[in-house]
């Protein structure tokens, strides 16, 4: 999948390009299966930022080049644990607030509705990272490798967060105690994918399912993502009155007008995002 750099450079780690109201994220460092270092992670929580902001994005889409599409983080480059580096208490845990967590909390937080396109391999951090898009696809030839227990490390980027909510607890214990290789069809039936697909028609499946999220009610879809990913954190009551301010503030929108008035018309609507 190809993109523009979104600096100038001969080796840009992140690759950014606008198709349709769609931005289109890639990670690029197909050399090392993407491995994330300290410069990716900073730009890529950069542009989920800016995607919220921006009216012309409606979609984003995540990606990698090459094989990969994340092998975590690069732990010779720095941007991981920091092995053989000398530390003080609390070194660590600054680390990874400042750094992955923030990462996948950027995905999580984003306002437009992100989808991932996981073309190939996975592992360490890139899991959670794929599995805090909104939807994610799955080509069949990748694979989800949780593999923190295998370096004695515990889980990070909010695996150990994600995963319960998505499997339940016993099958978040099975992935991270084992840190066994998922294959894509094993991915789908536990429920971690939305879809897996053939290799070949990952982009063109991502590009198709992007541009539905593209065309739909923008405000509408943030405030439903506000909603679900905090539904499992709140009591009835709450859950409740978090709807119904939702809607309060969606009723304000143009597309909910349009939503409304093209029912009464009887016709499809066209939302603007606005």
């Known amino acids: 999948m190809n993109g523009v750099p979104v600096s100038d450079g001969t080796a840009v780690p992140v690759l950014r390009r606008m198709e349709d109201g769609v931005?289109?994220?890639?990670?690029?460092?197909?050399?090392?299966?993407?491995?994330?270092?300290?410069?990716?992670?900073?730009?890529?929580?950069?542009?989920?930022?800016?995607?919220?902001?921006?009216?012309?994005?409606?979609?984003?889409?995540?990606?990698?080049?090459?094989?990969?599409?994340?092998?975590?983080?690069?732990?010779?480059?720095?941007?991981?644990?920091?092995?053989?580096?000398?530390?003080?208490?609390?070194?660590?845990?600054?680390?990874?607030?400042?750094?992955?967590?923030?990462?996948?909390?950027?995905?999580?937080?984003?306002?437009?509705?992100?989808?991932?396109?996981?073309?190939?391999?996975?592992?360490?951090?890139?899991?959670?990272?794929?599995l805090a898009c909104d939807l994610v696809l799955m080509a069949d030839t990748a694979a989800l490798v949780p593999a923190f227990v295998r370096r004695g490390l515990v889980p990070d980027g909010g695996a150990a967060y994600l995963l319960p909510r998505l499997v339940g607890p016993q099958r978040a214990k099975e992935l991270l105690f084992l840190g066994d290789s998922l294959t894509a069809a094993d991915a789908e039936r536990l429920g971690l994918v939305n879809r897996v697909v053939p290799a070949a028609e990952l982009e063109k499946t991502a590009r198709e399912w992007a541009a539905r999220l593209a065309s739909g009610p923008t405000r509408s879809l943030a405030l439903t993502k506000q909603l679900l990913n905090a539904a499992l954190e709140s009591d009835r009551a709450s859950a409740f009155a978090a709807e119904a301010t939702a809607q309060e503030a969606n009723m304000t929108t143009a597309d909910a007008a349009e939503g409304l008035r093209a029912f009464a018309e009887r016709r499809p609507p066209h939302f603007t995002g606005r």
């Open 23 to 130: 931005c289109w994220i890639t990670l690029n460092r197909p050399e090392a299966l993407n491995a994330v270092t300290a410069e990716m992670r900073e730009t890529l929580i950069g542009l989920l930022e800016s995607a919220s902001a921006a009216p012309e994005v409606r979609a984003v889409v995540l990606t990698g080049a090459g094989r990969g599409f994340c092998a975590g983080a690069d732990l010779r480059a720095g941007a991981g644990a920091g092995a053989g580096a000398e530390r003080v208490a609390g070194d660590v845990a600054r680390m990874l607030r400042r750094g992955v967590q923030r990462m996948v909390a950027a995905v999580l937080d984003c306002e437009k509705p992100v989808l991932a396109a996981v073309n190939g391999a996975t592992a360490g951090v890139g899991v959670p990272l794929a």
